[in-house]
C-alpha cells in the first residue's frame, strides 16, 4: 500500500505564501503523475497543478502566476509553493498521486488526507 501524507497547510494573511509538501511511502516502483487537488467548502474538488515524472507542468488558470509544482524523485515528494495567496484559495488541499507499486504492472492513484490552508482578508 502507499501512504501521503501533505504538511504545510496554515493560517495566512492575503497577500502571503505558504509551501506544502506531500511524501509519498509504501512498496513504490514509480510514481508518475504528482498533483494537488482543493476542495473548498460547498464547492466541487478541483485540480489546483500536477507534474508527470517527466516535469510536465499543469495549473488551474487561478493560480498561474501565483503557484509553483515542484517534485524530488528520489524522495518521492512534492512540493507547491504557493504565493500572493488569496482568500479565494482557502481549501483544504489533497495530495494525489499514480503510483506504481513493486510487483505491479499497473498504476493506481492514492489520496492524502488533506491538509487546511486558511487565508485571511
Known amino acids: 500500500q502507499v501512504q501521503l501524507v501533505e504538511s504545510g497547510g496554515d493560517l495566512v494573511q492575503a497577500g502571503g505564501s505558504l509551501r506544502l509538501s506531500c511524501a509519498a511511502s509504501g512498496s513504490i516502483n514509480s510514481i508518475n503523475i504528482m498533483g494537488w487537488y482543493r476542495q473548498a467548502p460547498g464547492k466541487q474538488r478541483e485540480l489546483v497543478a500536477r507534474i508527470t515524472g517527466g516535469g510536465r507542468i499543469n495549473f488551474v488558470d487561478s493560480v498561474k502566476g501565483r503557484f509553483t509544482i515542484s517534485r524530488d524523485n528520489a524522495k518521492n515528494t512534492v512540493y507547491l509553493q504557493m504565493n500572493s495567496l488569496k482568500p479565494e484559495d482557502t481549501a483544504v488541499y489533497y495530495c494525489?498521486?499514480?503510483?506504481?507499486?513493486?510487483?505491479?504492472?499497473?498504476?493506481?492513484?492514492?489520496w492524502g488526507q488533506g491538509t487546511q490552508v486558511t487565508v485571511s482578508s
Open positions: 494525489n498521486a499514480d503510483v506504481e507499486l513493486t510487483g505491479d504492472s499497473y498504476s493506481s492513484y492514492y
